[in-house]
């Protein structure tokens, strides 16, 4: 079964608007989340990494105030698209790190959010 | 830093027929390697995974791939393709750190052919 849950599974704003995206670890305690957004046709590209009980840490190029990430809980990281617009059209994938590991052993993705901004 | 080449973005192959999905990474570091597969609308799974060991690694669905440290790749193959298999399917480079991210290759769009 799926061992990170992402929702919603798509999402449908309007311009201006807010949109949040839910990533939850199911069977583990993940004190590290990943953020990705992938275009059509086209690979992931990280956006942040989130860590639990601290500041999210950026790639370069992607805006803070834009997407904000929120590590609150071992099990919860909050994407908030703020202020969507049109380009901000996308999907975004989540994934958890298990921490019984030293790296990137174990790694499970959400199943995604398509973002579509009017 | 890493990198990841997947040299075709497309490969059709006829149904039944054996496939190789071409992976190249660049390290300069000893690293882990992962091949995933996304179907439509969907997030991404782990097909297989090298960390160490044996160099021909199975994984799931039939797919294997082997790590080749001399010519750094890790090409992904089936003997026979099911329709089922039609994805794209993304090879991945980590090196072994805690704070280390994962890099994506581009990505292989698989076309089964009836």
């Known amino acids: 079964g799926a061992v990170v849950s992402q929702h919603p599974s798509w999402v449908i704003c309007k311009s201006g608007t807010s949109v949040k995206i839910e990533c939850r670890s199911l069977?583990?305690?993940?004190?590290?989340m990943f953020w990705y957004r992938q275009f059509p046709k086209q690979s992931l590209m990280l956006m942040a990494t989130s860590n639990e009980g601290s500041k999210a840490t950026y790639e370069q190029g992607v805006e803070k105030d834009k997407f904000l990430i929120n590590h609150a809980s071992l099990t919860l990281s909050t994407l908030t698209v703020t202020s969507a617009h049109p380009e901000d059209s996308s999907f975004y994938i989540c994934s958890a790190r298990d921490p019984g590991w030293g790296g990137n052993e174990k790694l499970f993705f959400g199943s995604g959010t398509q973002l579509s901004v009017l | 830093a890493q990198s990841v080449t997947q040299l075709d973005s497309q490969v059709p192959v006829f149904e039944e027929a054996p496939v190789e999905l071409r992976c190249n990474y660049s390290?300069?570091?000893?690293?882990?390697l992962f091949w995933y597969v996304q179907y439509p609308n969907q997030g991404l799974q782990l097909l297989l995974k090298y960390l160490s060991g044996s160099t021909l690694v199975k994984g799931i669905n039939g797919f294997e791939a082997e790590f080749n440290k001399s010519q750094t790749s890790f090409h992904l193959r089936k003997p026979s393709v099911h329709i089922s298999d039609t994805a794209e399917y993304f090879c991945a480079v980590s090196s072994y750190g805690r704070d280390d991210k994962i890099i994506f290759g581009k990505g292989t769009r698989l076309h089964i052919l009836p």
């Open positions: 069977d583990f305690q993940a004190t590290t």
């Open positions: 390290s300069s570091v000893s690293v882990y």
